[in-house]
C-alpha cells in the first residue's frame, strides 16, 4: 500500500563496502538521514488515517519527535556510539508527541541502552541494541496491539537479527531489517481489523519504517538530512508577542526575566555521573528567586527569575550545551500576579526559594484546544492549559514545563485526547517534585466534567480519582467532522465531502450536510435514556450564526433535553456534543 522506491547502492560515503562496525559519526549521519526521510514523507503517513477525517498527525509526531533527538546531537562532536545515542534518546523522550512518537521515543531509548557499553558497535551489537529496542517499545504500552507499531518493530529486527552470520555487516543487518519493515508494514491490515476496513497501512508502522529507510539510505552512500529544521518545522515552534508599548526606552526594568533553560551536560565538560544540582541552585538563589532546577540522567533543567541572565547562561555553559534557551522580560508576559507575589515575599521566602514547597496540596493541567474551551477549564478550576488537541500533540517536555508552574503535591493532568495520554505518563515518570496522576480522559467532555466534578475536600487521593472515573463514565462525546475520502465504515457509506458523526471511535453518520449530520447525531446521542444534557463546543469553522440556527433546530426537535451551545474555538471538528 506504500509505494517503495529503492535505495540507492553505492558507498562513496568513504566507510568499505564490507562495514563491520560504526561509530558516533556515522550514527548520526543515519539519524539525520532518518529524520530527512520521514520529513519528506510526513504528510503521506498522516492520510493513512483510519477514519477519514483531517485529524492525521502521526507523520508530523513522529516527526518532531526525532528532530527532537537531531536537536540534541545537532552541535555534538564525538564518535563514541554511546554518547551520541544516548543523546539522540534523551532528546526524544523529552520531545516525544502522540502515542506513536512516544513508543518511538521508547524504541530509541531501549536501542540505547544496548549500546551504553560501546564506543562502537559491531553487526552483534547491534542486533542486541535493536531488541532491546523492540522490549522496551513493548513495555512502553499497557495493552499492546498487533498490527501496529510494535508489529512492525517486532518482526523486522527479528528477521533481520536471525539473518546475522560471521559474514554480516551494518549494510546487511539494516538490508535486512528494511527489507522485512516494509513487508511487516504490508501485513498490518490483516492483523488489525479497523485497517483492513479502513484500507491502509498502520501510520505509526510506516512513520519507523521510513525512518529506518532513511538510515539504510546513508549507510549506502545517499546525502540526506543536511538541514534538519524545515519550513514546516519552524511552524511549530512557538513564537512570543513582543508587546512594545508595555516597556518602552524610559521604562526600569523592575521584575527581571523569567530565564529556562534546558542543558545537555557534555562529558568533555564535567563528570556527568558526579554532577551535582545543588551548587547549580544555590548559585541560582543568589541571583534571584522562584528558583527550579533538576537533573535527569544527563540533562539538566531549571526555571529562575533574574536581573543577570547572562550569568545564568555563562554559568551553565561550563558543564554543557544548550538544548532549549528561552528568557522573556516578565513585564512583557502578563506575570503581573507572578510578579506582586515575588515582591511581597518574606525575606523567608526569598532565603528558601531554592527548596521546593509546593503551595497547596492539589493542582489540575489540562490539555485543550481553543479559546472558549481554555476559558471554560479555567473557569472550573484548572490551574495550568497545555495547548494541544488534534494535529497539535504537546510533547513530553511541554508536560514537564507545565509542572512545574503548578506548585502543588499531587497534580491531576488531563490529557483529553487519546493520543495525549502516553506522553503526559512519560512525562509523570520522569518528574519528581509532585506526584502526577494522569486521569485518562481520552476527550474534552470526559474531562471537562471530571474536572467540574473534582472535590479536594477529601484527604484521600484515591477516593478523588474515583470520583473522577466514575463522573468520566457517565459522559458520551461526539464530532462532527467533513469527510476526506470515500469510505465503507461500520455499515455506514461514506463520500469524500461528506460531514460525518462520530461517537468515540465509531463512525455512525454520513450526511451531504453538517445540519442534518448534526441532528442524526444528536438523536443517537439522546437515544440513551440515562442522557438528557447536551453541551455543544462549536469550531472555528462554524460561523455564530449557523450555530446559533442549528441550536435552534436542536431544541425544537428535542424539547426534553437542555441543550447548551458553547464558542468552543476549537480546531478541526465544527462541532464537539457532551452527552450526560
Known sequence: MLKKKKSKQNTKSGESKDLKSIGGFLLKKMALGGAARLRSKADEVNKLNVFPVPDGDTGDNMRMTIESGIAAVENMDSDNIAAVMKAISKGMLLGARGNSGVILSQFFAGFSKGLEKSDKADVSVMGEALQLGVQQAYTSVMNPSEGTILTVARESVEYAVKRITPQS???????????????SLERTPEALAVLKEAGVVDSGGAGLFYIMDGFNRVLNGEQLGNDTRDEKSKENKKTTTVLSGSFGP???????????????????????????????KAFLAEIGDSVVAFKTDSIVKLHVHTLTPEKVIE???KFGEFLTVKIENMSLQHTELESKDNENA???????ANEYVPEKKY?????????????????????EIVQGGQTQNPSTNDFLDAFEKVSAEHIFVFPNNGNIIMAAQQAAEIYEKATIHVIPSKNLGTGYVAVASADFDSDDVETIINNMTKAMQRVTAGYISPSIRDADMNGVHINKGDTIGIIEKEIVVSEPDRHTAAEKLLEILLGDKNKSLITAFYGKDATAEESEMLENSLKEKFPSAEIYFVD????????IFVAE
Do not use: W
Open 169 to 183: 555487516t551494518i549494510r546487511t543487518l539494516f538490508g535486512d531489517l528494511v527489507k522485512e519493515m516494509y513487508a
Open 250 to 280: 524610559d521604562s526600569v526594568m523592575e521584575y527581571g526575566y523569567c530565564t529556562e533553560l534546558l542543558v545537555q551536560l557534555q562529558n568533555s565538560k564535567t563528570n556527568i555521573e558526579a554532577f551535582d544540582i545543588e551548587p547549580l
Open 315 to 317: 554559568y551553565c555553559h
Open 346 to 352: 518574606t525575606e523567608e521566602q526569598v532565603n528558601t
Open 363 to 383: 493542582g489540575i493541567i489540562a490539555v485543550t484546544n481553543g479559546a472558549g474551551i481554555e476559558n471554560l477549564f479555567k473557569e472550573i478550576g484548572t490551574d
Open 568 to 575: 468552543g474555538g476549537q480546531e478541526v471538528y465544527p462541532y
